[in-house]
T-cell receptor, first 116, second 117 residues
Framework: AQRVTQPEKLLSVFKGAPVELKCNYS??????LFWYVQYSRQRLQLLLR??SRESIKGFTADLNKGETSFHLKKPFAQEEDSAMYYC??????????????????FGKGTKLTVNP | DTGVSQDPRHKITKRGQNVTFRCDPI?????LYWYRQTLGQGPEFLTY????????KSRLLSDRFSAERPKGSFSTLEIQRTEQGDSAMYLC???????????????FGEGSRLTVL
């Protein structure tokens, strides 16, 4: 079965400190990896995708196929980064951009709190 | 607001009753997904549609659950003879699969929270 593991349920850092949210995924095919975020009282929304290799709100995530990891990092956390973060992978080996489905397998999430 | 909308936002029902949730996707999106999220868990896939065709159903979707998307626009998720274990947040998401830009992104609604007493 496809799995996504986020080992930390809770993560607390101080403003300005670096933050890393860990994510490991089960190896199967060539999945696409995503980070979704849910701010307080808001809907779940995409933060970033591994294939775009972009930095969003200062966050980056590098896909490490050898370690099957996709950790989310930010060098200087801000209070507005406090939220639930979910790592997700596509279920099928065929990516959505290649015609596969957007059916995702999510991790259990990490609640990030950035203290002032 | 042109995002995904879900109704009702919160439903409290007694065990054994039937409930129905509605999802209106972003208008130009042809794929619609239903997920379920329980406390402390990430969203779990239930089923998805491409236009009016239901392409896949999870084993989580017992025979008490039925989803429809009759005209390829809005969708309904019905749960018959509800059980306490059905208590969860039911999330709907849509995607513009097959049309540009197709980034693989899912656009989520705010969810419908079900409480079964």
């Amino acid at each position: 079965a496809q799995r996504v593991t986020q080992p930390e349920k809770l993560l607390s850092v101080f403003k300005g400190a670096p933050v890393e949210l860990k994510c490991n995924y089960s190896y199967s095919g060539s999945p696409e990896l995503f980070w979704y975020v849910q701010y307080s009282r808001q809907r779940l929304q995409l933060l970033l995708r591994h294939i775009s290799r972009e930095s969003i709100k200062g966050f980056t995530a590098d896909l490490n196929k050898g370690e099957t990891s996709f950790h989310l990092k930010k060098p200087f956390a801000q209070e507005e980064d406090s939220a639930m973060y979910y790592c997700a992978r596509t279920h099928a080996s065929k990516s959505p951009t290649q015609g596969g489905s957007e059916k995702l397998v999510f991790g259990k999430g990490t609640k990030l709190t950035v203290n002032p | 607001d042109t995002g995904v909308s879900q109704d009702p936002r919160h439903k409290i029902t007694k065990r054994g009753q039937n409930v129905t949730f509605r999802c209106d996707p972003i208008s130009e999106h042809n794929r619609l997904y239903w997920y379920r999220q329980t406390l402390g868990q990430g969203p779990e896939f239930l089923t998805y549609f491409q236009n009016e065709a239901q392409l896949e159903k999870s084993r989580l979707l017992s025979d008490r659950f039925s989803a429809e998307r009759p005209k390829g626009s809005f969708s309904t998720l019905e749960i018959q003879r509800t059980e306490q274990g059905d208590s969860a947040m039911y999330l709907c998401a849509s995607s513009p699969h097959g049309s540009k830009p197709n980034t693989g992104e899912l656009f989520f609604g705010e969810g419908s929270r079900l409480t079964v007493l």
